[in-house]
């Protein structure tokens, strides 16, 4: 699948919208939504995390600096809860929004926090559900060892970058058992680091999901 990667137009919001729906059914039984889902360079889509059904919203981007931008998500947001949203302004990096989404259960309260930072520059307190980033210059999130930490089991790391996974040294089985299927070489690295691949239709990445702590995750997260 991720053969065609490169050729497909992800300023679209197409996949994004065919992955959410798709992972949000998948996902329902693990409660992930109640964690923070943090979006990495999210620029102003909103509508990802919400169609992942998360709760809490961490959005980090510099283009937070700009209250123009801060009040273009205050206009989406105010297309799903008529009633004005709560907007604090934390400080000149931080400002928090809270309001209320029909998840297809009732109104729910979502709070989203928009940092005007980069990545580097943000720390994370809390476990989290859900590392999201989508076409930016960044690391894949496989190499973020301070957010893999924080990653919840059953968690889920979602980059629409093609995964290192698929350009890792060969292992020992690898050599002795040549494997031409770069999708089943991913899935057996991925369970060596605790990671379940998970692939769904017309959507050409892979997901992992974080299925055990384990050391070697952090270790090649550190090391490549």
């Known amino acids: ?28 039984d693990y409660n992930i939504c109640y964690y923070p889902a943090v979006y990495l360079a999210s620029g102003l ?28 998500i205050l206009e989406k947001i105010m297309k799903y809860d008529q009633r004005m949203p ?9 400002h928090n929004i809270t309001f209320n989404f029909d998840f297809g259960f009732g109104p729910e309260k979502v709070v989203v926090d928009l940092f005007a930072k980069t990545y580097q520059e943000f720390e994370y ?32 790391i979602i980059d629409n970058q093609e995964s290192p996974l698929r350009h890792k040294s060969l292992s020992i089985t690898d050599i002795l058992f040549p494997n031409d299927d770069l999708d089943d070489i991913e899935r057996r690295k991925a369970a060596g680091l605790g990671l379940k691949t998970l692939r769904f239709s017309q959507v050409p990445f892979a997901i992992y999901q974080k299925i055990r702590n384990t050391s070697k995750l952090l270790h090649f997260s550190y090391h490549e």
């Open 45 to 72: 889509d909103l509508e990802f995390p919400l169609v992942l059904r998360a709760r809490r919203i961490i959005m980090i981007d510099p283009i937070f600096q700009d209250e123009n931008n801060i009040n273009k």
């Open 125 to 156: 307190l809390s476990p989290i559900g859900y590392i999201i980033e989508f076409n930016n210059q960044l690391d894949h999130g496989l190499y973020k060892s301070e957010l893999l930490e924080k990653l919840i089991l059953n968690g889920v």
């Open 86 to 94: 709560e907007l604090k302004k934390i400080n000149s990096f931080h």
């Open 1 to 28: 699948m991720n053969k065609i990667i490169d050729k497909i137009n992800f300023s679209s919001n197409l996949h994004k919208i065919r992955l959410g729906l798709h992972l949000g059914a998948y996902l329902e």
